[in-house]
T-cell receptor, first 117, second 112 residues
Framework: AQTVTQSQPEMSVQEAETVTLSCTYD???????LFWYKQPPSRQMILVIR??????QNATENRFSVNFQKAAKSFSLKISDSQLGDAAMYFC??????????????FGEGTQLTVNP | GAVVSQHPSRVICKSGTSVKIECRSL??????MFWYRQFPKQSLMLMAT?????????EQGVEKDKFLINHASLTLSTLTVTSAHPEDSSFYIC????????FGSGTRLTVV
């Protein structure tokens, strides 16, 4: 079974600074997807960024980028130029690539990010 | 993009009654939907996988008779909490989609 670990229960960052959230996972599969989801106080889960395991290039979405190290099974999220609206719980998640719509997501425990003005 | 609508957003019910939560895929057909439960400041816990036209697959420890799931069409899955008790009070979320799943806005259930 796959597992996802987020070792930082809480992180804080000053507005406009950069912060990196850590995530490691364990799997025996070679083809999978990794995600970072954001859950603000409204509790709506929002997809931040996605990485396909077969792609060597790290995914980037505006101020959000990942450092995907497949051999090390590490998938960290970097948030640049942090904004107050980035404050949220962030979840790292894993999904097998065996099916396009039937494979479950395995979530990490979450990291609560605080952005200080 | 894929949109998932979940209703109601909040519900308060009396102990012993049943509550139905709906999850709809608005712009795509979802053969599979997922139901999660989340306690405050905790991660999402998968309760069951809902499959259109067949029985749901429940995770270990989830009571099938308490949490009834019906996925009668390609755009609608429902979760019914039967004979609800205060310990069933929680935040319930559904999701569906492709590759990166889309989540409903969640339902906060309070049983009094």
């Amino acid at each position: 079974a796959q597992t996802v670990t987020q070792s930082q229960p809480e992180m804080s960052v000053q507005e406009a600074e950069t912060v990196t959230l850590s995530c490691t996972y364990d799997t025996s599969e070679s083809d999978y997807y990794l995600f970072w989801y954001k859950q603000p106080p409204s509790r709506q889960m929002i997809l931040v960024i996605r990485q396909e395991a077969y792609k060597q290039q790290n995914a980037t979405e505006n101020r959000f980028s990942v450092n995907f190290q497949k051999a090390a099974k590490s998938f960290s999220l970097k948030i640049s130029d942090s904004q107050l609206g980035d404050a949220a719980m962030y979840f790292c998640a894993y999904r097998s690539a065996r099916e396009t719509s039937g494979s479950r997501l395995t979530f990490g425990e979450g990291t609560q990010l605080t952005v200080n003005p | 993009g894929a949109v998932v609508s979940q209703h109601p957003s909040r519900v308060i019910c009396k102990s012993g009654t049943s509550v139905k939560i709906e999850c709809r895929s608005l712009d795509f057909q979802a053969t599979t939907m997922f139901w999660y439960r989340q306690f405050p400041k905790q991660s999402l816990m998968l309760m069951a996988t809902s499959n259109e036209g067949s029985k749901a697959t429940y995770e270990q420890g989830v009571e099938k008779d308490k949490f009834l799931i019906n996925h009668a069409s390609l755009t609608l899955s429902t979760l019914t909490v039967t004979s609800a008790h205060p310990e069933d009070s929680s935040f319930y979320i559904c999701s569906a989609g492709f590759y990166g799943y889309t989540f409903g806005s969640g339902t906060r259930l309070t049983v009094v």
